[in-house]
């Protein structure tokens, strides 16, 4: 299967509403406690990633597809929390609509993340996927992530980061 068309842009204001709309749903928060935020925290998180891109060169950017609608976000952010994982690290990470599943849109997408970090000269990447979460750990296996040590995740289950130089 070749890969789909996505391109992934800096979250603009509007990506708050989608966002919040592609992502109210149990199954596609199943790994990040169960229900969509409200959309407070969307606009808090497209805000958050707007800078990031300004500082950093990344964030985690839409995902648009081949008609252009906004179907989730993909990318990498510092690691946002400091009591517990792996601080003062960079993630990559993805999360999609249901609808959007099974489409190769998050291997899509984290391939051309991987490909932006280098170009920012980001050494190192990290994911921490809920160790149910047997899709996102395909995503990772796929961009040839190796899984490292255990860890718990932010909604306080067993997971694992996985582990990558993006120059591979």
């Not at 964030?59 to 990318?75: N, P, Q, R």
């Not at 921490?128 to 395909?138: G, P, T, Y």
């Amino acid at each position: 299967m070749s890969a789909p068309r996505i391109d992934l842009r800096v979250p603009t204001d509007e990506d708050a509403i989608s966002w919040h709309r592609v992502f109210d749903d149990p199954e596609v928060m199943e790994f990040f406690g169960g229900r969509s935020s409200e959309l407070s925290v969307y606009e808090e998180l497209t805000a958050r990633q707007r800078r990031h891109d300004a500082e950093l060169g990344f964030c985690l950017w839409t995902v648009l597809d081949e008609d252009g609608e906004a179907v989730g976000f993909a990318g990498a952010q510092p690691w946002p929390h400091t009591s517990f994982g792996p601080v003062g690290e960079i993630e990559i990470g993805w999360r999609l609509g249901r609808a959007a599943w099974g489409r190769g849109y998050a291997t899509a997408a984290a391939r051309v993340t991987l490909e932006r970090l280098r170009a920012a000269g980001v050494g190192e990447v990290v994911a921490v996927i809920d160790a149910r979460n047997e899709r996102s750990m395909a995503v990772a296996l796929r961009l040839g992530m190796e899984r490292a040590e255990e860890v718990t995740t932010a909604s306080g289950r067993k997971g694992y980061c996985f582990r990558l130089s993006p120059a591979r």
